[in-house]
């Protein structure tokens, strides 16, 4: 996806104090209380495309908070646009490279992360800026509660397989996995994206947990 940059972005962004967390790393550790005012469980999205899904799933379960990661103030701004003519109190915005969870969320922090349509970054040298590496495996282990999880939606049948491949290599369990996720009854909202392109192919989708059984764990260290 081509990205368009859109002037004044950030500051479009700063000047707004509903949806947009301006500094996040001051909320380490404090998001429900300090930013939400309550004690639901989080849930973030890792790239927040046009919205869609993270307002529907919002708007879906009130009791829980949801926070959208973007890296690039272009796109987390065009949202805003978006989500500002609604009223979505349990939803807010960060503008954060995904590599920085860790300074922004405590450990057992969240409870779900979802990864939509991510960059397949389909050359084997750039396997690691996949967001089912090790590399961001081992941020999501540092963030997520002992019972959270991944769940990851693609159309791309090579970044699923990878994403298969990584998570076992890693110590986390998969659950729920499915080849056409629209042939499912698996809850499901969608993305702009999915909308567009699910008539032409399949929909990949998964949940990984991390390992509970301190064997399993043992079995890999030796």
Not at 83 to 91: A, E, F, G, K, R
Not at 101 to 117: C, P
Request: one cysteine or more.
């Amino acid at each position: 996806m081509r990205l368009r940059h859109v002037k004044n972005a950030f500051e479009d962004l700063a000047n707004d104090t509903k949806y947009f967390v301006l500094n996040p790393k001051d909320y380490h550790g404090k998001w429900a209380l300090e930013v939400f005012k309550n004690n639901n469980p989080i849930h973030i999205e890792i790239g927040w495309g046009k919205g869609q899904f993270m307002m529907g799933l919002a708007k879906h379960f009130p009791d829980i908070n949801f926070i959208a990661i973007e890296k690039y103030d272009s796109v987390l701004v065009r949202c805003l646009e978006k989500v500002s003519q609604d009223d979505i109190p349990n939803l807010k915005l960060v503008l954060l490279d995904a590599l920085m969870l860790k300074e922004v969320f405590d450990k057992g922090e969240v409870e779900e992360i979802y990864l939509n349509f991510s960059d397949p970054w389909p050359k084997t040298r750039h396997a690691k800026r996949r967001l089912t590496s090790y590399i961001y495996l081992d941020i999501y282990r540092n963030i997520l509660a002992s019972d959270g999880a991944i769940i990851q939606k693609t159309d791309n049948r090579s970044l699923f397989e990878s994403s298969l491949e990584s998570l076992s290599q890693n110590d986390w369990y998969l659950t729920n996995i499915s080849l056409d996720l629209h042939k499912t009854d698996l809850f499901n909202i969608t993305t702009e994206y999915e909308d567009k392109w699910s008539p032409k192919g399949p929909i990949y989708r998964l949940e990984a947990r991390m390992y509970k059984d301190p064997n399993r764990l043992k079995e890999k260290e030796e």
